[in-house]
């Protein structure tokens, strides 16, 4: 694939594009930045729930967004490790009262980069 930086761009992209997915409720761009196959886990208070990715968007369709409920966008990006044609970001995304932080695994699939595993907590 290219260099670090262009990695690096290339990534950001898919990123703002989940975050502005997430915050505006739209799910066909939050579909455009997961691969097909992905999973989604969760740690909520201590339980532990997986989703498909289509369970997750399904959830995304069915509730208000951030965006409709009249929140700040506060979504970032905090580091972002890159090997070869993978990497892994660690996002937070403090959206309905709550301060998420995603850990998220991408790779790319035919020449794209594409958010392949979602782990995400909430912290107090």
């Not at 990534?11 to 097909?36: C, E, K, W």
């Not at 892994?88 to 995304?93: N, T």
Request: hydrophobic share 45%; no cysteine.
């Amino acid at each position: 694939m290219e260099n670090f930086g262009t990695n690096a761009a290339l990534i950001t992209a898919v990123l703002m594009n989940y975050f502005n997915g997430i915050y505006n409720g739209d799910v066909p761009l939050l579909r455009s930045v997961f691969h097909q196959e992905a999973i989604v886990g969760f740690d909520i208070n201590g339980e532990t729930h997986f989703k498909t990715v289509n369970q997750y968007l399904e959830g995304v369709k069915n509730r208000k967004s951030p965006q409709e409920l009249g929140e700040e966008f506060k979504m970032k990006i905090l580091s972002l490790e890159i090997i070869n044609n993978t990497a892994v970001a660690k996002v937070q995304v403090p959206i309905f009262e709550y301060n998420y932080y995603d850990i998220l695994s991408l790779i790319v699939v035919d020449g794209k980069w594409v958010i392949s595993n979602k782990l995400a907590t909430k912290v107090n």
